[in-house]
């Protein structure tokens, strides 16, 4: 309990220090919210194709931007060792992190979705499996962004290295093109991406429908992924954060 | 072979005990960081934990305060090994990092109350804590300045006040002084002195061996991952004192050489701001031979007096004799 409280803390004092940061800002709002924009403007009947994508690009840039900032700022400050030096367990760091992370990437999706619906009039089928989507897409973004960040010194270095990933799966992952128009030698990555079950837990949430034949299916691989990427992080994070 | 933490823990009541190392050793890749490193800190000690760069002086504070693993050994802070219970023991210590590494954008106030958050303070605490120990390291006009503001000595004592904040049985001070100027170095050295008093026990890494010889108990001597010596900065000055040295002052310019030639009794001699420091063997010796040099060659001498032996003049001969141990030719 007491450890959880520690993430809490955690998690507040980043968002209180580093949720005003410009850059994060301009690439977790304005981009998204601009494409979203050009996308209508061309063609406005089909914007509701696009927007489950563009929300879920949003929080996969929010969401490892943000990470990737935190951490390797802290690190090279010196202010993640003093974390290191308080009795608080790396997992409660990790968590912290995570959440504070993942806390922005879901208020700047949200944003971007309030706009989607006060603007553009678009509505959602079944908002729980949108939020499920949201969370647990927040959870494993976050975790990808903390996993790159602790690898490397530089903010410049973290987001090169998650560029090499996160450009690549926005055209396999449905983001603009749905799973179905996708060329068939592609699908097989498709399903090993984390944002195509994102993408389209988004997707049942606004329409009702999806690639997949059951919401479960998209649930179950972003938990999978989920416990994956936190198994992936631990221990990354216990071997690399005071280096 | 070394005896092991446990072993010793039996011989002395562990409640007197801040902090027991016995065996330690660390590597990194190939480099032995350290070498069976082991020595036992009473409560209440201020404790002088001394070494040229990279004797491995920040490996010891780091596997102290659980940031780092070690290869072997055994370390029991407050009865309690860090690497088992690391979360009881960091909240029984407090580290004050080479680098003061506090959240530049947050103010005093708040980076204090923080880690009180951290340390599972509760708020009136917290805000106690806090406002006292801004008022005790002079920073209550700066509470709500971020960090990234305060001057080198002004963020240098937050990281300290910082380090206090939940009343740590031990603290780390890894060169606490380094890059301050003299005031701020002097009024650092007297709050040390005072959390001491308060029985706080210190483990205190400085290359200032006069701040060590001021402020420590006991100081230790690590030399590339080993420990050379320990004891009291007299015991250390005493075990080096086989050779006294003298400081002369002649009324004229002498080759080194020619005096060393003279003076068989004199084993080295350095010449600073116009007196020489002659390390010697015999004083008695020492003393005919330059008077007898000083008449040959016509010039007078206007001082002779045996000078004391520094901790630091101690530091440099123990330095000395380990270069000379691993390069007998």
């Known amino acids: ?243 | 072979m070394c005896p092991t933490v446990r072993e010793e823990v039996g011989s002395r009541a562990e409640a007197d005990i801040a902090i027991q190392v016995g065996g330690l050793c660390k590597s990194y890749g190939e480099t032995c960081a350290l070498h069976n490193v082991a020595f036992t800190i009473p409560r209440g000690e201020v404790f002088g934990y001394l070494g040229p760069n990279g004797a491995g002086k920040t490996t010891t504070v780091n596997i102290l305060s659980g940031l780092l693993d070690r290869d072997v050994g055994e370390v029991m802070i407050c009865g309690m090994d860090i690497s088992r219970d690391p979360v009881p023991v960091k909240r029984r210590i407090g580290v004050v990092p080479e680098e003061s590494n506090l959240y530049p954008e947050l103010t005093c106030r708040r980076n204090l109350e923080y880690l009180g958050e951290l340390y599972g303070l509760s708020g009136p605490a917290r805000r106690k804590s806090t406002d006292e120990l801004l008022g005790a390291f002079a920073l209550s006009d700066k509470k709500e300045a971020p960090f990234r503001t305060l001057s080198r000595g002004m963020k240098r004592r937050l990281t300290v006040a910082a380090a206090l904040l939940h009343s740590p049985e031990v603290v780390f001070l890894d060169e606490p002084t380094a890059g301050l100027d003299v005031p701020s170095a002097r009024a650092l050295r007297a709050l040390i002195q005072t959390i001491n008093r308060d029985g706080t026990t210190v483990f205190l890494t400085t290359h200032n061996l006069a701040e060590a010889e001021a402020l420590c108990d006991r100081v230790l001597i690590l030399v590339k991952g080993r420990v050379v010596t320990e004891g009291t900065a007299m015991e250390i000055r005493q075990k080096v004192e086989k050779s006294r040295t003298l400081s002369v002052v002649l009324s004229a310019d002498v080759a080194e050489q020619s005096l060393l030639d003279a003076c068989p009794a004199v084993r080295s001699a350095s010449l600073v701001d116009g007196t020489w420091r002659l390390e010697v063997n015999d004083t008695h010796a020492a003393v005919s031979q330059i008077v007898s040099f000083a008449e040959k060659h016509g010039v007078r001498v206007s001082e002779i007096k045996t000078a004391t032996t520094t901790l630091e003049d101690a530091f440099m001969t123990i330095l000395k004799e380990d270069v000379e141990r691993e390069s007998p030719t």
């Open chain 1, 1 to 243: 309990m007491n450890q959880l409280i520690s993430a809490l803390f955690i998690s507040r004092k980043d968002v209180e220090s580093y949720y005003g940061k410009p850059p994060l800002i301009t690439w977790a709002i304005l981009f998204p919210a601009v494409l979203m924009l050009a996308v209508y403007v061309k063609d406005p009947a089909t914007y509701l194709d696009v927007a489950p994508g563009i929300i879920a690009m949003t929080l996969l840039f929010g969401n490892t931007s943000m990470a990737a900032i935190v951490v390797t700022f802290e690190k090279r400050s010196g202010t993640l060792q003093r974390l290191l030096l308080a009795p608080v367990t790396h997992r409660t760091i990790i968590l912290g992190k995570t959440a504070s992370a993942a806390a922005y990437g879901i208020a700047t999706s949200l944003i971007i979705t309030i706009g989607l619906a006060l603007l553009l009039g678009m509505t959602f089928s079944r908002p729980l499996v949108f939020g499920i989507g949201l969370i647990s897409g927040a959870g494993v973004f976050s975790l990808l962004g903390l996993t790159a960040s602790v690898l490397v010194r530089e903010v410049f270095e973290a987001m090169t290295l998650l560029n090499f990933l996160r450009f690549p799966i926005l055209f396999i992952s449905g983001v603009f093109m749905p799973m179905a128009a996708l060329p068939s030698w592609i699908k097989p990555v498709a399903f090993i991406s984390p944002l195509t079950y994102v993408v389209e837990l988004l997707r049942y949430g606004i329409s009702g429908h999806s690639y997949f034949s059951s919401q479960w299916i998209c649930i179950l691989a972003v938990g999978g992924f989920l416990a994956l990427s936190w198994l992936v992080a631990e221990p990354v994070f216990r071997r690399n954060a005071n280096r």
